[in-house]
């Protein structure tokens, strides 16, 4: 799939490829198809104070595919809520950086994910938290187009359109995993038979991420948006663009070199 | 004996007191109890939620709640929250660190006649391997509004598991504190450890007992977890021999629990009462059932008399 996109983020590609070589484990691939989304929700979009990570007025992203985490530790990390050493401690005994993120133990993460099928129906349990609370603040949580196999995912999708929680985003990563098990597969379909809201964007194209985010800000308080973004699994360094052998794979120090370059 | 909707009752009388208390008190169910419930739907607006047929996604829904700050109270039959949802409990509540209140009906076989599907008897072993649970299992209904508003905002992850048959014992709120268990007799040869509605059982098991030449201690347990371990350890080293009776699976339950409190203490006799390595595929009433398993009066003398053999040094 080829994507009209503006100027790839690779300062933030580099950090995550980084991590994965140093720490020896990490999801490349899954990083790269949401870094653009992160990068422009963190800086733009989501109101966050990385001196007060829980600040109650703050803004909450759920990462529901907790297998992206490397995207999101380089965003939280150019954000001021982690350190270079943070970063340099993944994967390692002595670091709060692991595969999957720790809202326990990792400042600007705000859910355990890593299991596929939660995050929605947190999501939805906070806004609709902050819904009783007559509180301002907005949910916004990533979820993966492979995760959408998991049933709870649409038990959550039901529920905030009963709940009327316009206060909730779903950014979905239409990567394509789901279709290789699942072909009929048409997402904003399926957001939108459950009354959602619906968008689709190029997931690596800021202007259009810039579109969706501005649209949400506008939400009708009583319906939940769907942001289905069209993206690419190592989007950016073409020899790992797309599914199979990358998806969980440590670049050699001769493929680092490589990823490196194309990234330069 | 009491009515069978005594809990439910106390559990929506509670609700009710502690949500007018309380504005962060949240309850979300999965379609039962809405019509019990409504005195606190109606004077907490915007508090009460029937979620519809969707535990899993309730769970973590309560989670989100907890994490700005609500108590939550999760309310449907037990198989449904317990083992459909465990992996819901087990990360978005235990794995996160955050706290709420799981209260069942249904536990053990009360859905005497609904079958398996609609049984749990795996709801003590399940939460106990999980960091960061307490487990309750009251059988009356002061029980249930003491160690609520005791823990239910302490935290932790509450299983409270509603029977729908009472003890029929009566006990001051102000012997009721989670983690401690009662001594309801004392005796010198032979420790009763009941939870839960088997309470009756085993205090109605005391006199016959005693005729028997038995001087039974009667202990009881409305928490599980945290246990009462000081208590089980002094009795049992004086009487020597203990027997648990419990609506739970012989394995994980509270005998399981015992025997570890116990195993240091040196010949120790140990029997239990519990739901054995199978479903209980039967139907019948819950009464019917407790009969079947040995988990009544009769199954308790019977089990004494099979398990210790010390009838002689007793009789002396």
Not at chain 1, 162 to 186: E, F, H, K, T, Y
Not at chain 2, 131 to 157: C, H, K, M, W
Not at chain 2, 204 to 233: F, K, N, S, V
Request: aromatic residues 8%; contains cysteine; charged residues 20%.
């Amino acid at each position: 799939m080829t994507l009209p996109s503006a100027v790839l983020n690779k300062a933030l590609r580099k950090t995550v490829v980084q991590m994965v070589s140093r720490g020896k484990d990490g999801h490349i691939p899954s990083a790269f198809s949401i870094v653009d989304i992160l990068e422009v929700l963190y800086r733009d979009y989501l109101r966050v104070d990385p001196r007060r990570p829980a600040w109650p007025e703050r803004d909450y992203f759920i990462l529901s595919k907790g297998h992206g985490c490397v995207a999101l530790y380089a965003v939280l990390q150019q954000r001021g809520f982690l350190t270079p050493t943070d970063l340099e401690r993944f994967c390692t005994r002595g670091g709060i950086l692991g595969e999957h993120p720790d809202s326990t133990r990792v400042p600007g993460v705000e859910a355990c994910t890593g299991s596929l099928g939660h995050g929605l129906s947190f999501a939805v349990g906070i806004a609709l938290g902050l819904r009783i609370r007559q509180a301002p603040n907005k949910v916004y949580v990533l979820v993966g187009d492979g995760e959408c196999h998991e049933g709870t995912v649409w038990e959550a999708a039901h529920v905030a359109l009963n709940r009327r929680l316009g206060n909730l985003c779903a950014i979905v990563d239409w990567n394509g995993s789901a279709a290789q098990l699942m072909p009929q597969d048409d997402l904003p379909a399926k957001w939108r038979a459950f009354g959602w809201e619906t968008i689709v964007v190029d997931g690596h194209a800021e202007p259009e991420l810039k579109a969706a985010f501005d649209r949400f800000q506008r939400q009708p308080p009583e319906t939940p948006l769907a942001i289905v973004a069209k993206t690419v699994k190592g989007k950016g360094v073409p020899m790992i663009e797309g599914h199979g052998l990358w998806h969980h794979r440590i670049p050699t120090e001769e493929e680092h070199r490589l990823i490196m370059e194309a990234l330069a | 004996m009491a009515g069978p909707n005594l809990m439910r009752q106390q559990f929506a009388d509670t609700m009710l007191a502690v949500g007018q208390e309380d504005p962060d008190l949240v309850v979300l169910i999965g379609d039962i109890s809405h019509f019990i419930l409504q005195p606190f739907a109606k004077a907490c607006p915007g508090r009460f939620f029937n979620v519809g047929i969707c535990e899993p996604t309730i769970v973590s829904m309560a989670a989100g709640l907890a994490k700005v700050g609500f108590a939550p109270v999760m309310h449907t039959i037990a198989p449904f929250l317990i083992d459909r949802s465990f992996e819901q409990l087990k990360l978005d509540f235990c794995y996160q660190g955050l706290g709420g209140n799981v209260v069942t009906v249904g536990g053990a076989f009360d859905y005497a006649n609904l079958g398996c599907t609609h049984h749990c008897y795996d709801d003590f072993a399940l939460l106990k391997a999980l960091p960061g649970t307490q487990i309750l299992s009251p059988a009356s209904p002061v029980e249930f509004d003491a160690l609520f508003r005791q823990t239910y905002r302490n935290g932790l992850l509450t299983l409270f598991r509603l029977p729908a048959r009472v003890h029929g014992q009566a006990f001051s709120r102000e012997a009721i504190e989670v983690g401690k268990g009662l001594r309801l007799t004392e005796g010198s040869r032979l420790t009763l450890i009941a939870t839960g509605p088997q309470l009756r059982s085993a205090a109605a098991a005391c006199d016959p007992l005693r005729e028997m030449g038995w001087d039974p201690e009667l202990l009881y347990l409305h928490t599980i977890r945290p246990l009462d371990t000081a208590l089980i350890r002094e009795s049992v080293r004086k009487t020597g021999r203990v027997l648990v009776i419990e609506e739970h699976s012989w394995s994980g339950g509270l005998g399981d629990d015992v025997l570890r409190a116990t195993h240091d203490l040196g010949g120790i006799q140990y029997a239990s009462l519990a739901i054995p390595d199978a479903f209980v595929r039967s139907y019948g009433t819950y009464e019917e059932h407790c009969e079947a398993l040995g988990l009544s009066r009769d199954g308790i003398l019977r089990t004494v008399a099979a398990t210790f053999p010390l009838e002689k040094e007793v009789m002396r």
